[in-house]
């Protein structure tokens, strides 16, 4: 049988145009819907691999860069319920007092505006309070009250895949002594879950850094800690003081001050989150081109967007004509003689590369593409990228008008 026929023959199951295993459903979004833009939807990708993909842009889209570039450029698209629009979601993020040796856990919003989260800090083997937002610190207490009566259980490992269980500890307090149960579970719900501060952060702040009971953007409980025991201790302390009464010194107004560094540290997989680059490049040209879902030739590229199968792919430079643009994500094809190269530029920033040899679906030279303008909420899609460049270079003041006509691209 053809290559052809095996095509038609997909196509007529209906079947993902990824894994070519499982039914296709119409769930996958073209291009990541927080990144902004119009919503667009594929009807040939799968449940099970739309669910796959999520873990790989959550390390482009929260953990990367890309994260904090959406935060300054107040693109939304994150979930409600939460008390700022557009936080910083995942990185660690810290303002580190140097001359009183305290590390505190602090938020980004909007244009890089940082707030001090609400949290309960140890420091010298003393708890703390620190917040700078009332209605926040009100939550944090109405929650961990809450979960002192009703739960008091922590989420000590997350499972690494799907499906693997939560591994819990429950405590409970006996006269001035805690106890520890160990659980495993399917889901979970009320647990406060425990971070280990991930390695690559410098020595000083390590030395300063203490654990924290803190909230996060979403309204939820998290602790950080250097190591999972360090943040059991820490819960252990907190539930203690809470049932025994004990007072809680407060450095709610502790001010953030303006000649303080606030680190942000990333600690993103750079290969998972060039997959997530390379899926948009593959999902805007099967949009676009329904006819390429099952071709061969994007079977590599998907491969390893799937599984990591080896695949050659890369960042690449800034350049002026393509990458700088007001407000715009592109997703650019061009057609050579080899094949098509894929672009794909986020924030005017990052740009990824890939190509995708023997595929001719256009002249050599010419050129078509995806650009989402995330402040309008709109996609502009061209046929031809003759007409773009044109307007591109009268904006960089690189054409005059009149020249127009004289151009050739
Ligand atoms: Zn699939």
């Known amino acids: 049988m053809t290559d052809s026929?095996?095509?038609?023959?997909?196509?007529?199951?209906?079947?993902?145009?990824?894994?070519?295993?499982?039914?296709?459903?119409?769930?996958?979004?073209?291009?990541?819907?927080?990144?902004?833009?119009?919503?667009l939807y594929m009807d040939c990708v799968c449940d099970k691999c739309n669910n796959d993909f999520s873990p790989l842009e959550i390390e482009l889209i929260q953990k990367s860069p890309v994260g904090m570039m959406k935060s300054v450029a107040e693109v939304s698209g994150y979930k409600k319920k939460q008390y700022w629009s557009n936080p910083i979601k995942y990185p660690e993020i810290f303002m580190h007092d140097h001359k009183e040796h305290i590390v505190l856990e602090v938020g980004l919003h909007g244009k890089f505006r940082?707030?001090?989260?609400?949290?309960?800090?140890?420091?010298?083997?003393?708890?703390?309070?620190?917040?700078?937002?009332?209605?926040?610190?009100?939550?944090?207490?109405?929650?961990?009250?809450?979960?002192?009566?009703?739960?008091?259980?922590?989420?000590?490992?997350?499972?690494?895949?799907?499906?693997?269980?939560?591994?819990v500890v429950k405590i409970d307090i006996q006269g001035n002594s805690s106890l520890r149960h160990n659980e495993i579970?399917?889901?979970?719900?009320?647990?406060?879950?425990?971070?280990a501060l991930t390695d690559g952060q410098e020595e000083n702040l390590l030395n300063d850094f203490e654990p924290r009971l803190?909230?996060?953007?979403?309204?939820?409980?998290?602790?950080r800690a250097r190591n999972i025991e360090e943040g059991l201790q820490l819960i252990e302390t907190i539930v203690k003081v809470i049932y025994n009464k004990q007072p809680i010194?407060?450095?709610?107004?502790?001010?953030?001050?303006?000649?303080?560094?606030?680190?942000?540290?990333?600690?993103f997989d750079v290969i998972k989150a060039q997959r997530a680059l390379m899926k948009i490049g593959l999902n805007v040209l099967m949009y676009y081109y329904p006819e390429l879902k099952y071709d061969p030739r994007l079977s590599?590229?998907?491969?390893?967007?799937?599984?990591?199968?080896?695949?050659?792919?890369?960042?690449?430079?800034?350049?002026?004509?393509?990458?700088?643009?007001?407000?715009?994500?592109?997703?650019?094809?061009?057609?050579?003689?080899?094949?098509?190269?894929?672009?794909?530029?986020?924030?005017?920033?990052?740009?990824?590369?890939?190509?995708?040899?023997?595929?001719?679906?256009?002249?050599?030279?010419?050129?078509?593409?995806?650009?989402?303008?995330?402040?309008?909420?709109?996609?502009?899609?061209?046929?031809?990228?003759?007409?773009?460049?044109i307007s591109r270079m009268q904006q960089l003041g690189w054409l005059a008008d009149s020249e127009q006509d004289e151009i050739i691209i």
């Not at 095509?7 to 039914?23: E, G």
């Not at 199968?309 to 004509?321: H, K, M, Q, S, Y």
């Not at 650009?371 to 309008?376: A, L, N």
Request: with cysteine; aromatic share 10%; proline share 4%.
């Open 5 to 39: 026929d095996n095509d038609i023959k997909r196509q007529i199951a209906n079947l993902c145009c990824y894994c070519n295993t499982n039914p296709s459903a119409k769930s996958e979004h073209v291009f990541p819907a927080s990144l902004g833009g119009e919503a």
């Open 114 to 167: 940082p707030h001090l989260r609400t949290q309960i800090i140890k420091i010298k083997e003393e708890i703390h309070t620190a917040s700078s937002l009332k209605e926040e610190a009100t939550e944090f207490a109405n929650l961990l009250h809450e979960w002192v009566k009703h739960h008091r259980t922590v989420c000590t490992r997350l499972p690494s895949n799907k499906n693997d269980n939560f591994d």
């Open 185 to 195: 579970k399917k889901k979970i719900k009320n647990e406060i879950v425990i971070y």
């Open 214 to 223: 803190f909230i996060d953007d979403r309204k939820r409980l998290l602790i």
């Open 249 to 267: 010194t407060s450095i709610e107004n502790y001010v953030l001050p303006s000649s303080e560094w606030i680190k942000i540290h990333f600690g």
């Open 300 to 389: 590599n590229a998907k491969q390893y967007v799937l599984n990591e199968t080896p695949f050659n792919g890369g960042l690449a430079d800034r350049n002026e004509i393509f990458d700088k643009s007001d407000s715009t994500h592109q997703v650019f094809f061009m057609q050579h003689a080899e094949g098509v190269m894929v672009r794909i530029c986020l924030f005017s920033y990052i740009t990824y590369l890939f190509a995708l040899p023997g595929l001719m679906i256009k002249k050599p030279g010419e050129a078509f593409g995806l650009i989402v303008d995330y402040e309008k909420k709109k996609n502009m899609y061209f046929q031809n990228l003759e007409e773009w460049a």
